[in-house]
Every structure is written in structure tokens, then in C-alpha cells.
């Protein structure tokens, strides 16, 4: 992956905020390689596809709509938003190939998975949404309550949360913007 691929990656959020609409196109159709079914489904399971749609839900500009369109023969409709899944649990065409590729002369290389890269965005997009509802409290503890969900599946990465195997109450306290008043009156509960 090159510098400028990389600097495209990391500006799909920008993109995404700038559009006025995202529009879907899925006809149903056949992989010329794989011979496998290709539509609104294998879309909402890739990837890639997936980072395109969270980074469509956590912007936070204004409620740009997402249109899917089938076909000629098919009328356009507004994309769920409950069908928009986290990155990491989808296919990459990299892990299909189990990184590793065959160049024109006939050799193996080992390629990097893209959930990698993949990650970071995710991980920008949760950060830049967080602190953007700094004051709206519902919304912020939304966001907060769902990063692991939307974190899910991808390679770790220095700013990802370290989740401590120690229990519920834990991770819980961890994540409550009133930590200290959380445990103060935890302690004066009778035992
Ligand atoms: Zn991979």
C-alpha cells in the first residue's frame, strides 16, 4: 500500500463529510473470479464497503442520506442505518488470500491484512465523534458504551482501549464520566 493510497484511506471520513449524498451501487451480478453472487449483501459484508458506511453514520456534519440503487429495473430506497455493521467483522480480500500473494513472476508475497489500516480510521472517526458530543450526554455515552462494538475484529493499535480482564464492574468504571461519585457511593452500599 502506497503513501498516497494510505493518505486516501484516512481522508474517507473527510470525503464522506463532504458529500451531499452516498450513493450504492449493488446490481445483482455474478464475481467474474469467484463466480459467487455479488449485490446489496456481499456490499454490506465487505470490508471496506462497511468503512464507508460507519464513517457515513459517525460524521458528524449533518444527516447526509445513503441511497442504494439495484438496478434500472429497481427503484432507489434509503440504506438502514440498523444494516450498518462494523468493519472488522467483515471480508477483506487480503484475509481470503491469507495474505499472501503471487506476483507476475510466479512468487509468493506476503501482504499486510488491510484491517489494519482499516482500524485506524475507525478508531479517528470513534475519537472525532466522542468529543464532538461532549455535550450532549446520551449521545456521548452512546458512543462511548458502543467503541468496543465498532472496534471489533481489528488488529490492535497503540490508541485502542485495553479492556481489563478483571470483570464487569471494572470496565464499567472505566467508562463512566463519574468515576469517582460511581465508586464513593458504590462503597457506602451494604454488604
Ligand atoms: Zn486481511
Not at 430506497?77 to 484475509?95: F, I, N, R, T
Request: with cysteine.
Amino acid at each position: 500500500m502506497t503513501a498516497n493510497m494510505l493518505l486516501a484511506i484516512h481522508s474517507i471520513p473527510a470525503y464522506v463529510a463532504c458529500s451531499a449524498l452516498m450513493l450504492i451501487l449493488c446490481p445483482p451480478v455474478t464475481h467474474q473470479e469467484l463466480q459467487s453472487p455479488l449485490g446489496l449483501g456481499s456490499w454490506l459484508d465487505r470490508a471496506w464497503c462497511r468503512l464507508e458506511s460507519t464513517a457515513l453514520m459517525m460524521q458528524t456534519q449533518s444527516d447526509i442520506p445513503a441511497v442504494v440503487c439495484e438496478g434500472p429495473h429497481t427503484a432507489p430506497y434509503s440504506l438502514s442505518p440498523h444494516l450498518v455493521k462494523p468493519p472488522g467483522a467483515g471480508s477483506c480480500s487480503c484475509c481470503r488470500l491469507g495474505h499472501v500473494i503471487v506476483d507476475m513472476n510466479g512468487n509468493e508475497r506476503t501482504i499486510p491484512c488491510d484491517k489494519r489500516v482499516i482500524g485506524e480510521v475507525v478508531d479517528t472517526m470513534l475519537a472525532v465523534r466522542i468529543t464532538h458530543e461532549a455535550q450532549d450526554l446520551t449521545a456521548w455515552r452512546f458512543w462511548k458504551a458502543t467503541r468496543r462494538y465498532w472496534l471489533q475484529g481489528l488488529p490492535a493499535y497503540p490508541d485502542a482501549p485495553q479492556h481489563a480482564q478483571d470483570g464487569a464492574t471494572a470496565r464499567l468504571d472505566a467508562r463512566l464520566p463519574a468515576r469517582e461519585c460511581f465508586q464513593e457511593r458504590r462503597r457506602s452500599w451494604p454488604t
